[in-house]
């Protein structure tokens, strides 16, 4: 079992940058691939970027590419997303994810999630 808490949440200025952590528990996490996704009011949960157990391949949504970064850290335990030039379009509840099968931009191949993290970009 994996447990997900994620944190470096909050408001922001237009253009300005965060970086989130998601620190997880649990023995399985360096050998999975993990997720971000994120969620803005009336709206479904969308995939934002993925990064695979060795960090070697990563994904992202088109609509971050360019800005936003995913990496990880296997000896701490620890997924980050590094969002620059952010905009008021992304704004949303920021999730961490563990993936256990099927396609990683889909929410319900991930298995485990965390608390959610509040990003709010001001204009």
């Known amino acids: 079992q994996v447990q997900l808490v994620e944190s470096g949440g909050g408001l922001v200025q237009a253009g300005g940058s965060l970086r989130l952590s998601c620190a997880a528990s649990g023995r399985t996490f360096s050998s999975k691939t993990m997720g971000w996704f994120r969620q803005a009011p009336g709206k479904q949960r969308e995939f934002v970027a993925t990064i695979t157990w060795s960090g070697g391949i990563t994904y992202y949504a088109d609509s971050v590419k360019g800005r936003f970064t995913i990496s990880r850290d296997n000896a701490k335990n620890t997924v980050y997303l590094q969002m620059n030039s952010l905009k008021p379009e992304d704004t949303a509840v920021y999730y961490c994810?563990?993936?256990?099968?099927?396609?990683?931009?889909?929410?319900?191949?991930?298995?485990?999630w965390g608390q959610g993290t509040q990003v709010t970009v001001s204009s």
């Open positions: 994810a563990s993936h256990r099968s099927g396609s990683v931009m889909t929410k319900s191949s991930y298995d485990y």
